[in-house]
């Protein structure tokens, strides 16, 4: 095999234990599993990540980052700084963003069953619950983000802490992503979609001027 740095061997047992996460679960997932896929040694893995856990935890980052790449959380815009005479309506920003997370679960169902997979086999195996504890900080961490800037950008202001809200909307795509593995029904997310957007736009008001 030839030579790679150890960056890029992490990033590809990270991408191999997701494969194997996705297709036959976290308890299939060991290390000469993880290795198998990725066509790598046993030595390879061990000079890449002290254990498995680490590795399991750094999946759980790669996969929320790439998420907030993806939702591009981040690149939203002050109304003037994106040269808009008048900045969008709350829920519009909102609804754009859930908008682009069913655009995500649609594109790659397999990642978000492993994450679901990954988050009850961790709450499950003791040694482990700390595992699915970090994995919703981080989404709670990328939902605060996105929160604050959906405000900023629509000139508004949340009347309840920005922290409840995004545990609110963690909890309703947790529940949009079951629903939607199970069922498939793109027209249901969408429709979804639009009432938690109009719900959660409640809890703001306009931002004084």
Known sequence: MPRISVVDRRAELISAA????????????????????????????H???????????????????????????????????????????????????????VDLLRADPAREAAMQELSAYAMR?????????????????LACEALALAATVSGSTWTQPVDEIARTVIA???????GWLVRRDDAEARRLVGTVAHLVATLAEPAPR
């Open 172 to 178: 309703f795509t947790d529940g949009l992503t079951l």
């Open 18 to 45: 997701l494969r194997v996460v996705a297709a036959e679960g976290v308890a299939a997932a060991t290390t000469r599993a993880i290795v198998a896929e990725a066509g790598m040694s046993l030595a390879s893995f």
């Open 125 to 141: 195996t003791p040694g482990l619950e700390h595992l699915a504890l970090e994995q919703y900080r981080r989404y709670e961490e």
């Open 47 to 101: 000079y890449a990540f002290a254990s498995r856990d680490e590795l399991l935890a750094e999946l759980v980052a790669h996969v929320v980052e790439h998420e907030r790449v993806v939702l591009d959380v981040g690149g939203l815009r002050t109304d003037e700084e994106a040269g808009q005479e008048h900045p969008p309506t709350l829920e519009a920003v909102v609804h754009a963003g859930l908008e682009r997370y």
